[in-house]
């Protein structure tokens, strides 16, 4: 039962130190390097739900990148897609871990254009939660069909229907379901903690 | 002087009043001087007129439950810390995707209650729903009030990821040799062994040990039968004692030992190894991060208090700190010094998996038995065990979900009020939720810490649930 503890020195993807900024987030107690399955999917579907937010999401992160420092991490375009494409469900899925310090460095960003967006994610989950209560089809709401039916466009074109964790969200209802969650989900990452909180949340029913 | 602390957000506002230390004084010349005492805190929620009160009890416990329920809403893994009906007064429950229940529990019955439980009547818990944006803004109105080092500044935010054992199949106990009278390391009253994660983790101050983890203290007197030897050291290498942090400790378990008598008696042994457990269980909150099982041999009168304890192996002495101990040895100022009282010795792990252990140090000579009065009337005891049927066939439905009968003790008294209960098996233990037993031994004491202090005569059975459906209650017929 020896679990790696968070002190074991990591493979740092440069020479010079981290950007600051990371260290706000505690290494997991996981055995290895990589991110567990988990891990890698909720971050890429919560950059999936950014991009379904505001149209030139893809772009934001990388800016992002750069605004924050974490150019020595995410370093252009292809290294991104390539982090992206470590989530199982993805067409293009690439066997290649996630490094903790890469999906550090995807929170952060995921947080600070989730922090930017934050009236616009509460406005949308305000409009759902009335739309629901009154029992009103959600189509009924520009922004908010816009918005789902964006990250139904994007997930159907980005995943792969024939594996499994897809094959249970093959109707609309189920996409727009995960698409909402997502957005509450976005919601925490808003606020105080919201960055700590997203990322611990990552690894539960992952640490021994 | 008095303060007050406000963290507004739209649908939620958290209102704290209290106090600054003045013994930390050198505050009166700051702007925010620092709320170190908390007198009363409020909770308000968009739709509802009344706000959710209390005192400090109730805001750390909904500091912890709101935090924890925040996680499981992120990762949907559920989070025990958040479902604590048992040892919190406020917890979580999910009712849809975006619906979710607040509940919170009357704030634990005055003082002395429990010697005369029918006299209290529980006031129903408050239920509060909330919506994501709502649950939101709660979590936030938290969150700011934790980044504010000038409130309460010993509650910080600490969080840590559920363990993989907690989501969904049952934990493999990972037992210790014990000697081989031991059976079952002892199980407490509806005690959870999974992890406990409850972030924040709160550092009680060392004056005293939150209240809710010892206030019940059955007095028993030693039996006549209890052989009292003489303990001459046992240790053969004697580690130095772990320097405890509180009144002055029982420093040397064994040179007390020399001078008192051993409590060895098998009952008392094991009515006392239900209050260690009972006191230590609530009280280690941050079960993460023992690399190591940190083992220690407690010293415990027989009113329960504990009044030393001794490192076993160098990862205790070490790691004291992680856990409660320190905290928990009983405090001269509330409690008669204890002089040539008898001493009863308990053997306690905490473990890396976050399971805590407690058996009796050389185990138990004989089998235990009960101890306290018992209704013996063979008429009366079937009468009660046909009630005890009845009552708890009528609160037990749906299907269960464990493999292997839950054998469980239950005390009633004359009226056939449950007094009392513990678990006989593992699986009895791990399973409990899914019995009523804890539910209706809540709604009669308002908590499920311990067992309360009962003078009264009580008559003991044995309560099988079986995976089939069937439940069996048969008079007690002894510890097997």
């Known amino acids: 039962m020896n679990v790696s503890a968070s002190l074991t020195p990591f493979d740092s993807p440069s020479p010079q130190s981290l950007p600051t900024i990371l260290e706000t987030l505690p290494d997991p107690a996981i055995a290895g390097q990589g991110c567990p399955r988990r891990t890698k999917l909720q971050i890429d579907l919560i950059l999936l739900a950014i991009e379904a937010l505001e149209l030139g999401g893809s772009e934001a992160i990388l800016s992002f990148a750069q605004e924050l420092d974490l150019k020595s991490i995410i370093k252009d375009r292809v290294n991104l897609w390539r982090m992206r494409s470590s989530n199982p469900l993805r067409r293009a899925h690439i066997r290649r871990p996630l490094t903790i310090i890469e999906a550090k460095a995807l929170v952060v960003i995921a947080c600070y254009i989730a922090r930017r967006l934050t009236v616009v994610i509460r406005q949308l989950l305000m409009i759902y939660q009335q739309l629901d209560e009154k029992q009103i089809p959600l189509e009924q709401n520009l922004r908010l069909s816009n918005y789902l039916e964006r990250f139904r466009a994007h997930f159907k074109s980005r995943m792969n229907a024939r594996r499994s964790g897809v094959l249970a969200l093959t109707s609309d209802a189920k996409l727009d379901e995960l698409a909402i969650n997502l957005l509450g989900q976005l919601l925490f990452c808003t606020g105080t903690a919201g960055m700590q909180r997203f990322w611990i949340s990552l690894f539960d029913g992952e640490v021994e | ?480």
Request: charged fraction near 20%.
């Open chain 2, 1 to 480: 002087m008095n303060i007050q602390r406000k963290y507004s957000l739209p649908n939620c506002t958290l209102l704290l009043e209290g106090l600054s230390d003045v013994s930390r004084a050198a505050h009166f010349q700051e702007l925010r001087p620092e709320l170190s005492i908390l007198v009363n805190a409020e909770c308000y929620l968009s739709g509802y007129n009344q706000p959710l009160t209390g005192g400090r009890e109730f805001f750390e416990s909904l500091v912890r439950a709101v935090s924890a329920y925040a996680q499981e809403f992120l990762s949907s893994v559920p989070n025990p810390q958040a479902h604590n009906q048992e040892s919190e007064l406020v917890e979580f429950q999910k009712i849809g995707s975006d619906q979710h229940r607040l509940i919170v529990h009357s704030e634990s019955a005055p003082e002395g209650f429990e010697s005369n439980p029918t006299n209290y009547s529980q006031r129903p818990p408050i239920q509060i729903d909330l919506n994501t944006v709502q649950l939101f803004d709660l979590v936030e109105a938290v969150d700011q009030f934790f980044a504010d080092s000038q409130t309460l500044p010993e509650l910080s935010l600490e969080l840590q990821p559920v363990t993989r054992r907690y989501g969904g199949a049952s934990p493999a106990f990972i037992r210790q040799a014990v000697p081989a009278a031991v059976g079952v390391s002892s199980l407490a009253v509806a005690a959870i062994a999974f992890n406990m994660i409850p972030p924040p983790q709160v550092r009680p101050p060392q004056s005293q040990p939150d209240d809710k983890t010892s206030s019940i203290t059955p007095n028993i007197t030693p039996s006549a039968s209890a052989a009292t030897t003489p303990l001459t050291a046992a240790a053969a290498t004697p580690i130095a004692a772990a320097n405890p942090t509180s009144t002055p400790p029982v420093k040397n378990l064994e040179s007390l030992l020399t001078t008192v008598p051993e409590i060895t008696d098998a009952s008392q042994l094991r009515a006392l190894n239900r209050q260690v457990y009972n006191q230590i269980h609530p009280a280690w909150t941050n079960r993460l991060g023992l690399k190591q099982e940190l083992i220690y041999r407690l010293g415990v009168a027989a009113d329960g208090a504990i009044v030393g304890y001794k490192a076993v192996n160098k990862e205790a002495n070490e790691g004291i700190g992680q856990t409660p101990l320190p905290n928990l040895l009983y405090n001269p100022a509330n409690r008669a010094p204890i002089s040539n009282e008898p001493i009863a010795q308990f053997r306690v792990v905490f473990t890396p998996e976050g399971v805590l252990q407690v058996s009796p140090w050389r185990g138990y000579l004989r089998t235990p038995e009960v101890i306290g009065t018992k209704i013996s009337d063979a008429n009366i005891v079937k009468g009660l065990n046909q009630k005890l049927y009845n009552t708890v066939r009528r609160n037990w439905g749906g299907k269960p979900t464990f493999k292997r009968d839950l054998k469980y003790r239950v005390a009633v008294n004359k009226d056939g009020v449950i007094a009392d209960y513990e678990p006989l098996n593992q699986v009895a233990f791990d399973y409990f939720r899914e019995t009523p037993l804890p539910k209706m031994f809540q709604s009669i004491y308002g908590s499920n810490v311990a067992a309360p202090n009962n003078q009264e005569p009580l008559a003991h059975f044995q309560v099988v649930f079986k995976p089939s459906g069937t439940l069996e209650v048969t008079p007690w017929r002894g510890y097997q």
